[in-house]
Structures are given as structure tokens and as C-alpha cells.
């Protein structure tokens, strides 16, 4: 297929943009012609590898347009060439930007609405949208394949609570701080030298593919080792009771849980759009 994915910009390493990113680099590793179309790109995130626009593309020309942000909504009007499919990809229950702009018109225009936790997806029922399904960030395949050597604590945060800082002192492991300054792409390797990670939002999906112990928290606070719990809030750590950061002496204890197939990122894509049978 030749596939057209939109977002915002692609400047910094934020959520969306690690999404567009891997779902450019799957489509591509199963043999599709992809192009991403951004009016803004930066340094931060490396798209180097991939074919961006900044231009807007002719949508006609494409089998698959996956919509993030709204972007060539407009443009669109109700225009879709036959067999061409159209995916509403919403990635926040909480900024408008995610929202649809006119729930009647993506009704009629989309072949599939996404949301990225069930919080997301409650929030986009509320305001119009109908059948909307999960799609939970899911993560690459290659984190499967990290060699495990449990050398370091890593903790991943933009925000770097204080208190973070704090409780690392009892752990008696070496410590890796990612993120704020010293922001950079999350990979496999990262995950390989990890006795656990504390993190939230997408890196919980890295880690349960990786199989390393996840302990929830970061600025919206978080359910510690406990982490499953806080899916529904797309592991920000919003709506679930804080946990004392005490506990993270106990990383130790922890054993990593299979990940579900939901947060794999390949089969996801097969099932919601039956690449093999239906395109």
C-alpha cells in the first residue's frame, strides 16, 4: 500500500511523534510505501531514515491515511477514492488538539476511529464519535530482542520530580536519568542494561515488551509497582492512588510480566486494519 500518516510537527520527542515515527518504520518493515506529512520539523527526534513532507501531499495518491491531529481534514471534504481507508488515530482525553473537530463529519468519513486508552476512548464517545477502538501505543518488535543484563535502575521523565532524585539513595543500584535535558529516543538498548524502570505514559509499553519491571510514576504521581492499574489513564499516572516511593527499594522483588499482545505493535496493526486480506 502506499500510506500517508499526518501529525502535527515533528520537532521534539513527545508522545505523538514517537507514534508517527513507529508506525512509519513498521508500515516500512512490512514492505509499504509510507510518507509522513508534517508542516514542522526539528532537530530532536531523527527522521532522517524516513520520507517526510512538509508540503501538503495529494491525498488521492494514497491507499491509507492515517490522521493524526486533525491535519488534511479540510482537504478532504468527503472525498475518498474507492478503496482508499481513512484512520482517525486520537492520542488524549484531555487536549483539544486530540478532539475531532466535527464528530458527524469523522463518523462518515472514517473506516476506523482509534483512542489511546480507554479514558481517551470514553472522552471521544462523550463528544460524538462512534466505534471507537483501542490502540494503546504499542510497542515495536524489537524490544523483544534486548539481551538482559540488569545493570541500572532507569528512570525516564520530561518533568524529573524532586522526589525522584530523593529515593534513589537507598537503592543501592547505579541510577540512569532520561529525559528534560538530556532527552533522547527510548531503545532497546536502554531497556537492556535495566534492573527496572520508572517511568509512565509510552516507556510502560517499552518495558512490558522488553519483559523489565515497571514501577509507575513521574508527575501526575503514579500506582508504583502496581502499574497495570493505571491503563485505563494511559499509565499517566492520573486517577490512581499514589504510591510511596519507599517502595521502590523493593525493585529486587519484582519479575517482569508478559506483555499483552494489545501493546505489540505489529499484531495490532494486522488486526485493526487485516493488512494481508482487505487491502
Request: proline share 4%; hydrophobic share 35%; net charge negative.
Amino acid at each position: 500500500m502506499k500510506i500517508l500518516l499526518t501529525n502535527r510537527e515533528l520537532c521534539q520527542l513527545g508522545g505523538s511523534e514517537l507514534v508517527t515515527v513507529e508506525l512509519a518504520e513498521e508500515f516500512g518493515r512490512q514492505g509499504h510505501d509510507v510518507t509522513v506529512y508534517t508542516p514542522r520539523t526539528g532537530d530532536l527526534i531523527d527522521t532522517s531514515h524516513l520520507n517526510v513532507v512538509t508540503e501538503k501531499p495529494n491525498t488521492a495518491d494514497f491507499d491509507l491515511l492515517w490522521i493524526h491531529h486533525n491535519l488534511l481534514v479540510y482537504d478532504l471534504g468527503f472525498k475518498k477514492r474507492e478503496g482508499q481507508k481513512i484512520v482517525f488515530n486520537h492520542m488524549s482525553s484531555y487536549v483539544q488538539l486530540e478532539w475531532p473537530q466535527i464528530a458527524s463529519y469523522q463518523n462518515g468519513l472514517a473506516d476506523l476511529t482509534l483512542a489511546n486508552s480507554e479514558e481517551t476512548r470514553d472522552k471521544l464517545v462523550a463528544l460524538g464519535l462512534e466505534s471507537v477502538k483501542l490502540f494503546q501505543n504499542p510497542a515495536p518488535k524489537c524490544f523483544e530482542s534486548v539481551n538482559r543484563s540488569s545493570d541500572y535502575g532507569l528512570f525516564v521523565s520530561n518533568h524529573r520530580p524532586l522526589e525522584l532524585y530523593q529515593a534513589t539513595r537507598d537503592l543501592g543500584i547505579e541510577c540512569k536519568f532520561i529525559g528534560g535535558e538530556d532527552m533522547e529516543r527510548i531503545t532497546p538498548d536502554h531497556m537492556a542494561g535495566a534492573a527496572f524502570v520508572v517511568c509512565n505514559g509510552k516507556t510502560v509499553n517499552y518495558a512490558l515488551r522488553a519483559r523489565v519491571p515497571v514501577f509507575l510514576y513521574d508527575h501526575f504521581f503514579g500506582s508504583g509497582w502496581d502499574f497495570m492499574g493505571g491503563e485505563y489513564w494511559n499509565f499517566s499516572g492520573r486517577g490512581v492512588k499514589p504510591v510511596d516511593l519507599s517502595e521502590l527499594t523493593k525493585w529486587g522483588e519484582q519479575r517482569a510480566i508478559t506483555c499483552p499482545e494489545r501493546f505489540k505493535l505489529e499484531l495490532c496493526l494486522q488486526e485493526l486494519l487485516e493488512l494481508k486480506t482487505n487491502l
